[in-house]
């Protein structure tokens, strides 16, 4: 990788988490958030309030691994909650394909060649309609897949029915126990006749798991293709530790994936997630956001607009100095912790709002977590017998103090934008197919080109992501003349920009 | 480097420069702009509008070369206009350090230890207060200097009178011939007993006539610090080559010197430029802004904000997919260039707009440069007899068609922001910090730090910095605690984070 | 008045829908809304997607009007759904109370004098905790009141509860006939022993019912205060007519009020609105917004500053002008139809969108309403046969062309704020007390002060309002000096502004 | 007038000031500044850094009330400096012609019909190439004018002498002193075989002389417009002491001019003439605003955008409670006297900054003026024997303070838009399109529709002057259909809002 496996850092939550990995056989009797969150990782278990399913009826108690299910072209290579339920799904599938426009484009060039004929790839995701976009993408494109739920209740059981129709062979539903969940992983890997060459994950337990069990597998696996920042880091990781075996292709720090993810996304799911939890009101409200990084500079750029008044707090002397430059005062959390009405974390890192600091904040204070964990707010502090909760509405809680004050408290710290608010297509379009082009291009690699090492999506193909995009926005691009191409010294086509340049 | 000299484009016009090189002695009887563009590097011979020596009387019409000045110790180890005005020059240095409080902490660090204690360093530069400030420091700091200008016109007279009062060898004026400019930077490096050790430069100039003149002193010279892009250009060139013998450092691409120089600072000067040449109102107006880079973001930010209608062309699809997101229509040139009232090109191309465009634009359509070289605007296609050219205000130009149309061209296309504009000291004492800490960085680094390439400054040192500038702004950087800084796998003091960070 | 009666426009729409008014004993044997909407005022019927009942069992079909309900003191002088949920009502109001903290300070300045004492108050409201606040805050004052609902799907029938148990007499439960509507105004009006002077109205459905029934009534009234848009046009339709027998004060028209309800309230809500019904993107989109009035307005910066780019259409030059200087392009809707993604009428015109325009609109274009009415697009034009609607969630349809185009419909064209988002606490608590400070002034203002037209607030008091509400942003508000007071020409306690002054 | 003069606050100094005129035959010996201030109005002797003479040769001292000058057909009906200037006069107006297309729409409409035939204007304004774009307007719509300046430093001595040369009867140069300006205003009025019937003032200055002088002269004239704030002060107080024996037209406060001469004018303006002045950086910069009206609106969101932290000090809780929904913390000048980087002040008060907040003050603020007169900071109470001026560029003085600290004030405290910036010539087309049809409108009036009174100019003219200034914007406005306007109520050519909208 260009920017130097070296240059990262491996932060000491990696290292524990790695240690605290179980197998699935061992099945807890009871098996409450708590337990299962050391056990699998974070994002696997993180809930999510977009995610319900669309037809639910919940009567169903019967585990979907005890019962007997066909598709109607006699096909029972799935395990699904209700392949009867395979027609609304279908139609979400249609809605979202509609909204997806890169795919589709990337299935009609498809239709000449098959960049991924041959491609046994096997796949974590979160299974959405968008994700059903993708994997029927990589399907035209000439691939098999096999897929997996990356989160156990991130599941629309409708969609994945829906797969499981149109044979895909699925095993995920909404509400998996943590046995299910390796299990699942396991009837993807492991099937007689199926040797998958290719990796597509979102948390890193499905590489997690065939590193445990079938470390030979990797002998005829092309490369993984790794979504998430938890996923990324372990590769990282195992790339210090000189241990990855097979090419590594980082999709989460692509320039379009950071961008949309972190600061256009959240720019917009900061105001929607504190509206639709406390339906407050921005204009004057005074606002402390814990982090000036992408998704902290997204916040604060929203609310700003809205008309909050906005302090930045930061480690970071020069995200500090573009806070100061983008007109936010800079200040440690104390020196405004008493006055403020809201507080935002967005670091990543842990303990960022101590007991100490909810003790001081005023009454009616709203406390919530745009990071990327949800170990920002010292919630654990909160959980004395002195404080009172009482839950007012779904994911708002008030935290009672003896004296009658009160703390907003959202998403019990989790993340707000996953918890309280949706994801818009067009984002997770963007994901899905760089995920897409990642696969193509770590299939179709020249020997030698990647090595044992984690890399940066190449910047043509994340040129290519955006402007697959582009059409979205009726947006013209203008092309070099030969004359310019040759006066800069680039190509017509790209890539137009040195790796370190920051956009 | 981390990023990779293959990674970067040589652009065409950077080889053909270097082709064009001569040498000093080469006297030309008749000295025009034109001329001399080619002779030496184009940002030597860039005019500045800010750079009018303060106390001008110009009356005086001998050549500094031929006149014998001594300084009040009777050091005659100089060359410039006047020695007499270095009491008014010795003030402006003043006011200048009151707005450098990062140099002056460095200063007040290096009480006790000299880290450029031994270092003989040979510099050129634009001499001004903000200059003098950062030679009076890197004095401070342990060091000897010798200094010559990198621009013929924009010798602030006053201050190199000041400079050299105060013992310094300085060797630059106002309104030097290109014979002076080579001259001056001769008498900086070839002097009986002195043996540079480090090179500070800007553009280039003075890196080539070591390359050229006395190849052998680089034996001793630990390495260079380059601030422009045109020198770093050079200097990735080189490295590519083969032929860079010692490390150099790339101080342009450092991150507060980018945002500083481009978009905070770009964000301010269009509005300024537009202003001060036509007094226009920018309520309404509809602009175009060619390129989305750092320069284009801070145009569009500024004039948005002053509620014109901006559109954006790109090249790029990522950044054009950022301009959409930003909120800006994303065209081809021609399809707005018939409406705006505003062009304004931001890419560092060449002819992004030609004679066709400014043929169609409309009656007072305002056209002017903000990228980094003169060429964006095909204004040499204007110079034909049918087109009537009339200056109506300094820098201003009004372009008469045959049926009256005019087009207010500014700068003649040159910088808008170098030319009509002034850059606040601010940003200076950024630049002057970052090539301060370069240089010790490259003096004091241990054997096999750094070897014969082109480097990036370490990231601690940029966030070193920006540290120093934070005080500015009464901004209160927050500390990691050793748990966080333990979970985060981070040094308490930074570096923060991985060299591919975007900001 | 000062700004002139005859100043005031009457439109048609005001004047048809008085003669259409009907009286309440012509029970009708189906209720459909669209029969209900030509015989009580449009805003009594319209839908509120956030007045849910909280503990909404639903069993109970037994009609309130049926039912023999005491509360615990006895009292039977109240019709309610349920008294025995005025446990869970009386918590609402509570936390209502620690949302409105202007109204809670006129209660402790009440503690001493009773500005109210005497009056008999009879209003018709939205009967929720916030008016619940407001009705306790005028007991306090002094006054006796008797409560009835405007609308017959708002009222919160815990809330209602809660007053009935602490002794307010108050008519109104969720899901009214029309027939019910007019029999809770007819006995708050009209009973033994009570003859209310002043009036509290929401639309001049009461108004107008004392007018047809008692006109008597009016010799002992104070005076009239209204705060809607449509009541307001009655009461200047009665002044012009002749009609007008007792002061009527335009509370709806204050400053505060008015930017609060219009310009900062829809800068929020529009984003809301959208997001919760179509979690689309805002960056990037292209929207046009009919009218740039104060709702206009803030739709657009909100949408702006979110990153979409934003047309507007207007009919008056100046507010068209307005647009242009904020950076808005004027066009007439035809000419964007065909390109944008999102269209929003915020004109209180009738038409804006016409069956035409909607034919020509992109697939998935996303239509609503931000107007004070439900004509602004011609819904109804959308129901024909070759149309098919799909509801595809709460108060969002699809309506598809023959062709497969479809048209995302929100709340079917009637308002999506008042719909789809929620009102904050904060606005309502302005609205309550520009109303309880209004009934204070008009029942204590001396003989002569009012005639019989309609007023609005003094500017003194609106200035009050105002001042009560900035302790909420911790806003401290600068004195003027003697010698300044005398200079101005004011008096320190204001008014500071001249009645025609625009803020 | 529809308002209330009666709803008016008569400051004090209008009282003290009408009290201090004096007559222009008390020729001072010795004109300084600080005597002149007192005896003609504060407007007539306000700076202009923008109206210096273009062709300013200054060689010529002899007073142009001793020269005998012709213009080219033989007339001497004028004075001016030079009426060889002519020329380069008429190229100005030619080119501001150019920039006022409202102007040159009413000359076109006016080819068949001469609104203003038969009317003899006397005018007295600033004598600028717009103004004299105004004046041939007049003139080509059938007015006879004669004029003089209302500022002794704004005329542009070439424009007078093309409007001489063109045959207006002007008096007016450069310089004039306070016997002069008196003397040139008598001169268009009282002269043989001229009796005016209409009057044209800009400060009330004319006015009043004709009111001292020549009182029966009224009984002709047909009425006053009137353009300046001290000039409308004036007439409301003639009204209000029932002495005013004209109608009067306050164009000052129509729509239009407001928001362009206040809000638009001034966001631009803040920024363009700090950065004149001092070279600044705005972002991260710490701002106090001294006044939320329409300029104070207009300086914060200019400094917000360009990333300054601003507060907001305010004595009126409607406006206070605006700044805070637009996201500004409001305070009062001592909280944050200490802290901030720039003082602002835009109230129309006195003493806002005084010494004992200049002493306050940290080393190197920046102070200045936004507002209507130079009162506003105690500039005064700096003229004290220990502290220090230091005049460091024009326009710029460091008040130094024994201890050294150094504040950076502005135009002594004048106003920095008018003294730092330029008005850009699109204002200036808005308010002579005003006064256009503001005297078009008083000469055509039928008897009775105007008394004795101040008048707003009629919204229905202030809508035309926006429209007419739309196709510079290629703005399409929307028509109401013959439907529409019925329901609204409304004429389908407007006016299209009550009296009392706020815009």
Redesign the interface.
């Known amino acids: 990788m260009?920017?130097?496996a070296s240059?990262?850092?491996?932060?000491?939550?990696?290292i524990q988490f790695a240690d605290q990995k179980q197998e699935f056989n061992k099945r807890p009797t009871k098996i409450g958030r708590r337990s299962l969150s050391r056990s699998i990782s974070q994002s696997s278990t993180d809930s999510y309030s977009?995610a319900a399913s669309y037809t639910d009826s919940s009567d169903d108690e019967t585990s979907p691994r005890d019962k007997q299910q066909k598709n109607s072209k006699g096909n029972s290579d799935f395990c699904v909650k209700n392949i009867k339920q395979a027609e609304f799904g279908r139609r979400e599938i249609e809605i979202a394909e509609?909204?997806m426009p890169a795919l589709m484009a990337l299935r009609k060039r498809a239709q000449g060649e098959k960049p991924l004929a041959g491609a046994k790839i096997v796949g974590c995701t979160h299974i959405t309609a968008q994700t059903a976009v993708l994997m029927e993408t990589l399907g035209a494109l000439g691939a098999q897949c096999r897929w997996a739920a990356c989160n156990i209740y991130s599941t629309l059981n409708e969609v994945a029915a829906a797969l499981a129709e149109s044979g895909f062979p699925v095993f995920a539903w909404k509400g998996e126990s943590e046995d299910d969940f390796w299990w699942c992983i396991d009837r993807c890997v492991n099937v007689e006749g199926w040797q998958p060459n290719m990796i597509l994950d979102d948390g890193g337990d499905l590489t997690h798991w065939i590193y445990k069990k079938y470390p030979n597998m990797f002998k005829k696996i092309k490369g993984i293709v790794e979504e998430s920042v938890t996923g990324v880091h372990r590769l990282y990781q195992l790339s210090k530790a000189g241990k990855l075996c097979v090419p590594a292709m980082n999709v989460n720090?692509s320039?379009?994936k950071?961008?949309?993810d972190n600061l256009?996304?959240c720019?917009?799911s900061i105001?929607?997630g504190l509206?639709?939890t406390t339906?407050?009101?921005?204009?004057?409200k005074?606002v402390v956001v814990c982090g000036y990084g992408?998704v902290g500079k997204g916040c604060c750029a929203?609310l700003?607009?809205?008309?909050?008044?906005v302090y930045v707090?930061?480690?970071?002397?020069?995200?500090?100095?573009?806070?100061?430059?983008?007109?936010?005062?800079?200040?440690?959390?104390n020196?405004v912790i008493r006055?403020v009405d809201i507080v935002i974390t967005c670091t990543?890192?842990?303990?960022?709002v101590t007991r100490e600091h909810l003790d001081r904040m005023k009454?009616?204070c709203i406390v919530c977590n745009m990071g990327h964990s949800n170990t920002e707010i010292d919630v654990a502090s909160l959980r004395t017998p002195e404080l009172t909760w009482e839950r007012v509405r779904s994911q708002v809680d008030h935290v009672i103090w003896p004296d009658g004050k009160r703390i907003v408290l959202l998403a019990e710290g989790r993340l707000l934008n996953l918890s309280c608010?949706?994801?818009?297509?067009?984002?997770l379009s963007i994901t899905a197919t760089t995920q897409a082009l990642a696969l193509i291009e770590l299939y179709n690699a020249p020997e030698g080109r990647y090595k044992q090492d984690v890399y940066?999506l190449p910047k043509k193909m994340?040129?290519?992501v955006?402007?697959l995009?582009?059409p979205?926005?009726?947006?013209?691009?203008?092309?070099?003349?030969d004359?310019?191409a040759?006066?800069?010294?680039?190509n017509k086509n790209?890539p137009?920009?040195?790796?370190?340049y920051?956009?």
Chains 1, 2, 3, 4 share one sequence.
């Not at 339906?279 to 004057?284: E, K, L, R, S």
């Not at 700003?304 to 008044?309: D, E, L, Q, T, V």
């Not at 990543?348 to 960022?352: L, Q, S, Y």
């Not at 608010?421 to 984002?427: A, I, L, R």
């Open positions: 260009e920017t130097g240059a990262f850092h491996v932060p000491e939550w990696m977009s509609q909204e720090d320039v379009t950071q961008k949309f256009y996304c720019r917009e105001l929607d509206k639709r339906d407050m009101m921005f204009g004057g005074q992408e929203a700003k607009a809205m008309g909050s008044i707090t930061e480690i970071d002397p020069i995200c500090a100095l573009q806070a100061c430059m983008d007109g936010f005062r800079l200040v440690k959390l020196e006055q990543g890192n842990k303990n960022v009454n009616s608010s949706t994801v818009p297509t067009f984002v940066l994340d040129e290519y955006a402007s995009h582009l979205t926005f009726d947006a013209h691009l203008t092309e070099l003349t004359e310019q040759k006066y800069l010294g680039l790209g137009f920009k040195p790796n370190y920051r956009y």
